[in-house]
Structures are given as structure tokens and as C-alpha cells.
């Protein structure tokens, strides 16, 4: 199976795609040029020393590839620790330094929401009122010509 | 009721993207019977609204990767069993009455179906009939497909809530109209993604997508998104014009309906500016 086959097949059945009502932490990131978000939510298991990602999943107004990088990064995001998952977005964002700004914007925006995901958990413990965290991406994916005028919806 | 509703939801989807896998006039049959499972829903948000109960149209994944078509009729034959037995959740007897009386004559009818093997809709082979494509044509279509597919569902969900908690006579006649072109753009999508072998069925919609507060700005950023869509359009008919006529004379075609849709949209937005 070559990577474009693969890419395909994220756009043609995401995985963890969809809400999570019973969750135990929302995160969001978001594009504040266009409107573009990604939600993600988490349900955390706390039976052992350190928080582990139980169940996952996200919903997202964006593009295909906003949809293929939320697939994938659910994906290696389920079954681990907290500091695993730290490790999970600290690698993805470094490896976004390398890629054009308006490729790099979608999976950062992911990678954003899972760092909130986890910090509004975190907060969370502490005070159980605290709201969700939201983090704006560096990177925008707006085509410059577009961007004074971008659509929201 | 809202499990009735979100399953009547996920029926129509289910209905209308096995209607993609059919070769045979099997696909117009189940494309007529989602239009019929789509007016159940409006039936239904007709009574939510009536009641002033919220309501949304979040759904399940609707799995359709089959080898055979007779596994997704099946699965559609199960999906109304299950929503017949939850008609009972709505209190309009005069909805469920009809509701009962479709579903009877539909079940006879695809109880009746023949079977077909429809596992190239899902092979990601990404070749298209008759049509030699480069693999950046390939690649380009294939995202615009994933993209126009998804914001054609999106497009037909946003206008009917619209109408549906519009009672302005005028700004429904746009909606409607806007409602069935996006049916016929999602359909000739489909069809394509099917062929190509990398068919699925759109994602659920987030509920600030529809629910929004601003229907002029609404309809300005629909307006630059039609206005990126004719460019992409014009895109692909450039890049596959070498290799197929008839996808360059599609994608013109689809550009220049474009050119209506942003003519309605601006309609409206005159309308509400007064």
C-alpha cells in the first residue's frame, strides 16, 4: 500500500470521526483567519500513575487534509500516556517546520486541539468548572490573495 | 424522537450512497427512495419545530464498504425495521401513517432488487473509465471529489434548516432551489467517486455549520466559496482537458451552474439588505 493509498483511505473513512458526549475533556484548534476548527474530545482512564488516552475522537470544519491528519493522529493518540501524547504533538508540530505554511496549517490546527484537549483535562482536575482551551494556529493555510476576504463557514 | 430522527438521517444517507454503487436502474430507484427518506425528515423537523423541541442533525458513521450490493440493501432493510420501531417516539399519527405506508411499498421493492458486485466502488484504483488521467489530474480530482462531495451534503443540510425555521415565502423559494442543484451536484459526484473507486459517505456536520446567527454573512462567505469552487472547476477542466473532452465539457458545465448559485445567493442577500 503506497502513502497516496492511504491518504485515500482517511478521506474515504476518517477514523474517530464524530462527537463524544460522554467525554471527559474538549479541546479545540482553530484557524483565525478563516474559521477553519478542529474539535477534539477525550475520555481519560486514571487507574494508573499517569492519565491515559482512553478513547478519542474529533470533529472538524475544515478540508480533506484537516480530516486525513485528525484520522491519523487519533489514531497513534489512543492507548497512550499523557507524556506519550506530548511527545505525539511535539513531533508532529516539529515536523510541520519543514512543510509551506499553508500545507502545514490543517495538521497543526490537529495537533493544537490535542494539546488542548489534554491541558483543559489537566485544568480540569484542578478545577472542575475551568472551560475549554482553544489554541490558534501560527501557520495559515489561506491562500494570500484570499486572505483579506476568507469564508467563515 | 430524536433517535427516530438521527436514524431516519442515517437512512437517507445510507439509501442514497448505495444508490452510487448500483450499474443497473436499481440506482434510480434508490436515489427516489432517499428523496422519500429525506422528505421523512423534513416531516420529522417539521414537528420538532412545531413543538419548539431542539434539534439537531449530528449522525453515525454510515459504513457502506461492501463487496456485494445485496449487503447494503439488507443493511437499508434493517435500518427501517429499526425506525419502524421507533415511530412511535412521534406523536403525529398523521406523519408516522405515512411513513408506515412508504416504508411497506419500499421493502417489497428492494426485497425485489437484483444483487450486483459493487467492490471496485472501493478499490482506490483511482482510475476513471474510458479516461487516461496524469497523476496530477488524478490527484486534483481526487481531492475535489472528497471536498465537493462533502460540502454538496453540507450545503443541502444548511439550506433545509434554513427553510425549515424560515417561514419568509421568498427566501424559501432560493433554499429549495439551492437544496435540489446541490442534490444533483452530489449525485454526479458520487457517481464519479464511485467509478474511480473511492467512494464514502460524507462526515457528520457540526451543528454551527447550520445553526448560525448571521444569514447575510452566511450568504456572502457562501458566495466566495462558490466563487473558489467555479475556479477549481475551471482548474480541473484545464488539467484533464488533454485527456478526456468530456470530463473538460463536465467541469465547464459545472462551473457555469455555479455562476446560478452565486446569482440566487446574491438574490437573497439583496432581499435581506432591503
Known amino acids: 500500500m503506497d502513502g497516496n493509498e492511504q491518504l ?32 477534539i474530545y477525550l475520555k481519560v482512564n486514571r487507574d494508573g500513575e499517569e492519565p491515559v488516552i482512553e478513547d478519542i475522537s474529533f470533529q472538524a470544519i475544515g478540508c480533506s487534509t484537516t480530516i486525513v491528519s485528525g484520522s491519523i493522529i487519533t489514531s497513534e493518540a489512543r492507548d497512550i500516556t499523557f507524556s506519550r501524547a506530548d511527545e505525539l504533538i511535539s513531533i508532529t508540530l516539529g515536523m510541520l517546520d519543514n512543510v509551506p505554511a499553508e500545507e502545514a496549517a490543517c495538521t497543526e490546527m490537529v495537533a493544537l486541539a490535542l494539546k488542548a484537549s489534554i491541558d483543559t483535562y489537566l485544568e480540569r482536575e484542578k478545577d472542575s468548572e475551568f472551560p475549554m482551551i482553544s489554541y490558534m494556529i501560527n501557520n495559515d493555510c489561506t491562500p494570500k490573495e484570499e486572505s483579506e476576504d476568507a469564508p467563515t463557514v | 424522537m430524536h433517535q427516530l430522527f438521527k436514524e431516519v438521517h442515517e437512512l437517507f444517507l445510507a439509501t442514497q450512497f448505495t444508490g452510487f454503487l448500483s450499474q443497473t436502474t436499481t440506482r434510480q430507484d434508490l436515489y427516489e427512495f432517499s428523496n422519500i427518506f429525506f ?72 426485497k425485489n432488487m437484483p444483487d450486483e458486485e459493487v467492490a471496485s466502488a472501493f478499490d482506490t484504483k483511482r482510475d476513471y473509465p474510458n479516461v487516461e488521467l496524469t497523476d496530477e489530474a488524478r490527484d486534483a480530482l481526487t481531492v475535489f471529489l472528497f471536498e465537493e462531495t462533502y460540502k454538496e451534503y453540507e450545503l443541502i443540510m444548511v439550506y433545509n434548516y434554513s427553510k425549515a425555521n424560515s417561514r419568509d415565502a421568498f427566501l424559501n423559494r432560493i433554499f429549495q432551489i439551492l437544496i435540489d442543484e446541490s442534490f444533483f451536484h452530489l449525485r454526479s459526484f458520487g457517481q464519479m467517486m464511485a467509478d474511480m473507486g473511492i ?45 478526456s473532452e468530456y470530463f473538460a465539457a463536465f467541469f465547464t458545465f459545472i462551473n457555469n451552474q455555479e455562476n446560478y448559485h452565486i446569482a440566487l445567493m446574491e438574490e437573497a442577500l439583496a432581499y435581506i439588505e432591503g
Open chain 1, 8 to 39: 485515500v483511505k482517511h478521506m474515504m473513512d476518517p477514523q474517530n470521526y464524530g462527537e463524544m458526549k460522554d467525554n471527559d475533556a474538549i479541546g479545540m484548534g482553530k484557524n483565525p483567519k478563516n474559521g477553519e476548527k478542529v474539535a
Open chain 2, 199 to 243: 467512494l464514502g459517505v460524507p462526515r457528520s456536520l457540526m451543528e454551527e455549520i447550520y445553526k448560525f446567527d448571521d444569514l447575510k454573512q452566511f450568504l456572502k462567505d457562501g458566495i466566495q466559496e462558490e466563487i473558489g469552487a467555479k475556479e477549481e472547476c475551471k482548474r480541473l477542466a484545464e488539467a484533464v482537458s488533454s485527456s
Open chain 2, 39 to 110: 422528505k421523512h425528515l423534513t416531516w420529522l423537523e417539521n414537528d420538532f419545530i412545531k413543538n419548539e423541541v431542539e434539534y439537531s442533525y449530528s449522525v453515525n458513521n454510515v459504513p457502506l464498504k461492501v463487496t456485494q450490493l445485496s449487503h447494503m440493501l439488507n443493511n437499508i432493510l434493517e435500518r427501517i425495521s429499526s425506525v419502524e420501531k421507533q415511530l412511535e417516539s412521534c406523536k403525529d399519527e398523521h406523519i408516522t401513517f405515512r411513513m408506515r405506508s412508504d416504508f411497506n411499498y419500499i421493502i417489497e421493492a428492494i
